[in-house]
């Protein structure tokens, strides 16, 4: 980052060129019909109906039954707080370090890690990655702990790709470089 004669930091223009041409890489928009197999609707259809007619035929109460085994089963424990407090534990932050990183309020931290574990939002999930200088696997890993994925059909998530690789964690800059190519910075809740 270089600083202007204003005071206000401004991000290095190959790293800005670096990104849209990774954007132009990488990006798929989910409407390029090229990228994507058309599917015969018709055939879908039919090779689905016996599935629909054996669904329909067992009761509901036994699916609900089946339903809640599976989850109890296959629940990750303590889900994302418990996620986020063991890999902040295993980086050696302290909370307040750790939502201070990722630009998050301390309320609204309170409010991820308490009793009621309120859900956070994609781009919450993604500050605190950031924040705690997560490598590819282990972004990949907290994200969908969240019920988050990255995805080439999201200009946001390409550029986060693009940050990744390129070793940029501070917040601040990520903003800077989302903001330079025009997209939404990452906000607080």
Do not use: W
Not at 148 to 173: F, G, H, Q, R
């Amino acid at each position: 980052m270089k600083k202007t004669l204003s005071g206000i930091d401004m991000i290095d223009e190959k790293l800005i060129e670096g990104l849209r041409e990774y954007l132009k890489d990488n990006y798929i928009p989910i409407n390029d019909l090229s990228a994507i197999e058309k599917i015969n609707t018709e055939g879908l259809v039919s090779a689905f109906t016996p599935c629909i007619s054996g669904y329909f035929s067992k009761s509901l109460r036994s699916i609900s039954d089946d339903a809640s085994d599976y989850i109890k089963e296959n629940k990750e424990l303590g889900g994302f707080s418990h996620f986020l407090d063991r890999k902040r534990e295993e980086k050696g932050l302290t909370p307040a370090q750790l939502y201070k990183k990722a630009n998050i309020d301390r309320r609204q931290y309170s409010r991820f890690m308490g009793p009621d574990g309120r859900h956070p939002s994609k781009n919450t999930v993604i500050s605190f990655a950031l924040a705690l200088r997560l490598t590819r696997q282990e972004f990949d890993e907290f994200l969908q702990t969240a019920g988050y994925a990255l995805s080439n059909s999201s200009s946001l998530d390409v550029c986060i790709m693009y940050c990744l690789e390129k070793n940029i964690y501070a917040i601040d800059e990520v903003n800077a470089l989302l903001f330079a190519i025009g997209i939404q910075p990452l906000t607080r809740e």
